[in-house]
């Protein structure tokens, strides 16, 4: 019977945004599971998944696509869960609108109380050497005061990748009682000792009763 167990392997990102009068041009973030062996790998490479999240001003509207793909040969599921964040970040995002999508899926909304991302969120299921995109948008309201410029706000979020992997086959033995096996050839041995000596003792009888008569 085969048998499964399940590998978690994890890459551990930084959503960091930038409230400043500078702009960034964006470059799409991508993330490769190349199997458990060597895990995530993330391009560019830095750790900072919103490269498109710097410099951002009161009104804006930004937009952060995250490409994540599976190559390998295996199904894999993946996830994404965030570490809760501080006070800084906590007042930002209670004033501004940050959610994420997978195609029409929406993932999380940090305005919605729903949104927890501190339990695992089910992205996909990846089947090998597909991808997937997710869209992060961040909307700053133009009435956002000065005091949250000049500053970064970090998100630490983590994806994991959930392989399967099947074991090999255990083979079963099957329990088997033992039976003495008859000696066939032994047994025809008997046999025919038996019939021989029952033949050898009729004649004999017979052999003494005509001797009895021919006496008389």
């Known amino acids: 019977m085969k048998q499964y167990r399940f590998l978690l392997t994890l890459l551990t990102l930084l959503a960091v945004f930038l409230l400043s009068g500078h702009a960034v041009f964006a470059v799409q973030s991508e993330v490769i599971y190349r ?8 391009i560019p490479d830095t750790t900072d ?17 995250i490409a994540l793909k599976n190559n390998t040969n295996a199904i894999i599921r993946i996830y994404l869960s ?8 906590t007042t930002f995002l209670s004033r501004s609108t940050l959610r994420g ?6 993932i999380f909304n940090y305005d ?31 009435t956002l005061d000065n ?4 500053r970064e706000y970090t998100l630490v979020w983590t994806f994991l990748a959930e392989e399967e992997l099947v074991e090999a086959e255990e083979e ?9 096996t008859p000696r066939t ?11 021989g000596l029952l033949v050898c003792g009729s004649m004999a009888i017979l052999l003494l009763l005509v001797r009895k008569k021919m006496i008389r």
């Open 147 to 150: 005091d949250f410029q000049s």
């Open 82 to 89: 965030g570490k809760a964040y501080g006070a800084e970040e």
């Open 172 to 180: 079963t033995v099957p329990t088997t009682t033992e039976k003495e």
């Open 35 to 42: 199997g458990h062996a060597e895990k995530f790998v993330f």
């Open 101 to 106: 999508k997978v195609g029409a899926v929406e």
């Open 185 to 195: 050839g032994e047994s025809v041995s008997h046999l025919m000792v038996g019939t």
């Open 49 to 65: 998944l919103f490269g498109g999240f710097k410099g951002v001003m009161p009104g804006d509207t930004r937009q952060q696509v």
């Open 112 to 142: 919605s109380p729903a949104t927890n991302l501190t339990d695992r969120i089910l992205l996909k299921e990846l089947r090998p050497f597909e991808s997937l995109e997710m869209l992060v948008e961040l909307k700053v309201p133009d």
